[in-house]
């Protein structure tokens, strides 16, 4: 079975700091995504990458960034965390075919900003 | 704004009765995807169907796509309590490097 691991099912981070949110996957998946979800919007993808080293820009980019420096690992980092980036993060990949494809998700990292 | 839009909202059936939920989007797309969520957890696949595909089945879940009216459906036939879960449809554009636009769900609340 296909796994995709997060870091945190939980965080509680203070405005300003720094925020590292994980996520790896145990199959050779050339895609991840970075998502949020929020009640009533959806989820709304952050980031994604094609590769390793390789990024695009999802919808809400801003406030974010990711590294994907090994294939089966896709950081989500939030570099001045805010109060408005309290969300639940849901990361994801592919199998193949392209990101258009199934979708495998992690559980969840739920994260509040205070 | 959202490629696909789930109605209803939510959804409060007994068990043992059909679930119905639909979807609606508004370009062309290459496929379409329902994904079932437990709360506060991730996401699971459930059913894919290509544009070129009218019906497709897994175990007691129907899937059917109109592509004329933009539109799908998902039926739960049969429901049990452990189906209680927000359900979700995705759209995957034409272009090979679209990716998945995810609705805002219907929560199927099933009763014993």
């Known amino acids: 079975d296909v796994k995709v691991t997060q870091s945190s099912r939980y965080l509680v981070k203070r405005t300003g700091e720094k925020v590292f949110l994980e996520c790896v996957q145990d199959?050779?998946?050339?895609?991840m995504f970075w998502y949020r979800q929020d009640p009533g919007l959806g989820l709304r993808l952050i980031y994604f990458s094609y590769d390793v080293k390789m990024k695009e820009k999802g919808d809400i980019p801003e406030g974010y960034s990711v590294s994907r420096e090994k294939k089966e690992r896709f950081s989500l980092i939030l570099e001045s965390a805010s109060t408005n980036q309290t969300s639940m993060y849901l990361c994801?990949?592919?199998?193949?075919?392209?990101?258009?494809?199934?979708?495998?998700f992690g559980p969840g990292t739920r994260l509040l900003v205070l | 704004s959202q490629q696909g839009e789930e109605d209803p909202q939510a959804l409060s059936i007994q068990e043992g009765e059909n679930a119905t939920m639909n979807c609606s989007y508004k370009?062309?797309?290459?496929?379409l995807q329902w994904y079932r969520q437990n709360s506060g957890r991730g996401l699971v696949h459930l059913i894919l169907?290509?544009?070129?595909?009218r019906e497709k089945h897994s175990g007691r879940l129907r899937v059917t796509l109109d592509t004329s009216k933009k539109s799908s459906s998902l039926l739960i036939t049969a429901s049990r309590a452990a189906d209680t879960a927000s359900y979700f449809c995705?759209?995957?554009?034409?272009?090979?490097?679209?990716?998945?636009?995810f609705g805002t769900g219907t929560r199927l609340q099933v009763t014993l």
């Open positions: 995705a759209t995957a554009g034409a272009g090979t490097a679209s990716k998945l636009t």
């Open positions: 994801a990949s592919t199998l193949a075919g392209g990101p258009r494809e199934t979708q495998y």
């Open positions: 169907i290509r544009s070129n595909e």
């Open positions: 370009t062309s797309i290459n496929n």
């Open positions: 199959m050779d998946h050339e895609n």
